[in-house]
């Protein structure tokens, strides 16, 4: 069987025993993960979350890029859009992890100085080696970005070799 056969046969096993229903747009939790797209990394599954629980952003290295920013943004018109409001009571959670793919690239300033659309300079700021200095910083971009105000946002640090994750930045307003 090749993988799509198997996926999708794994769907209708899905759509039999652990389909929900009435599962709403926006997140039970009122919560958004920014994460990696590594497999072993899924926010949904290291956190124990449930089906329509959180809402997840994932990309390459779990970055809070302008792009991601820009999404975060649009989540909110949407959220107002939908009769809520991506803010007060919100909580944006930063999930980076230790063994991270970027850091076999990180010397790669042709390709990730477009990622986070800045220059050579800005680059050392994002801190692409090093994920707790990564996670403080993505934190700060998030708190500083005025069309997100009110959300509690936090940075956690997920270890791949124990499962476990470390809260490094803890969550304020
Ligand atoms: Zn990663």
């Not at 793919?101 to 790669?108: A, K, Q, S, W």
Request: aromatic share 4%; net charge negative.
């Amino acid at each position: 069987m090749g993988i799509v056969e198997t996926l999708t046969s794994r769907n209708a096993d899905f759509a039999q025993t652990q389909y929900t229903e009435g599962l709403r747009m926006m997140p039970a939790m009122k919560t958004i993960v920014i994460g990696c797209v590594d497999p072993r990394v899924d926010p949904a599954a290291v956190l124990g979350a449930r089906q329509g629980e959180i809402a997840v952003i994932r990309n390459v290295a779990g970055r809070v890029t302008p792009r991601t920013l820009e999404e975060l943004v649009m989540l909110r018109k949407v959220s107002q859009a939908a009769g809520g409001d991506l803010g007060p009571g919100w909580e944006l959670i930063v999930l980076q992890h230790t063994n991270c793919g970027i850091t076999l690239i990180e010397d790669d300033q042709q390709l990730l100085a477009p990622y986070f659309e800045t220059d050579e300079t800005g680059l050392a700021e994002q801190a692409v080696g090093d994920p707790r200095t990564a996670i403080a910083h993505d934190v700060a971009a998030l708190r500083g970005e005025s069309r997100l105000q009110g959300a509690r946002v936090s940075g956690l640090l997920y270890d791949v070799t124990t499962g476990s994750v470390d809260v490094v930045v803890p969550p304020t307003a």
